[in-house]
């Protein structure tokens, strides 16, 4: 079997919160260090129900519900929730120190 080809399950959640983290942080003017983009996706993952579905060779091919209005909605108004609470108590710094 070809390693490549490999069939998996997926959250296609984690795909949609990683295309549109970027363009929600920048819009929301916090800052946009690893740290605090990897707290938001975390966060924002934490608190949207898991949408698994089959990918193969890490594509995704069952794309049903990623068009859907609601879906993006949800997928928006977590990812801006998750701003609003890694902006009010960012933790870039304490992690950055390494003394
Ligand atoms: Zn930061």
Redesign the pocket.
């Known amino acids: 079997m070809d390693e490549n080809k490999k069939i998996m399950p997926r959250n296609v959640l984690e795909e949609m919160v990683d295309l549109r983290v970027d363009e929600l942080m920048a819009k929301s003017g916090i ?1 946009c ?1 690893m ?2 983009r990897a707290d938001v996706v975390t966060y924002a993952l934490n608190h949207l129900p898991p949408k698994y579905t089959i990918s193969r060779g890490g594509e995704i091919f069952t794309r049903f519900h990623i068009n859907q209005v609601q879906f993006q909605a949800d997928v928006t108004a977590a990812i801006l929730t998750a701003i609003e609470k890694v902006g009010t108590r ?1 933790h ?1 710094d304490r992690v950055e120190k390494k003394d």
């Open positions: 800052c260090c740290h605090c960012a870039h």
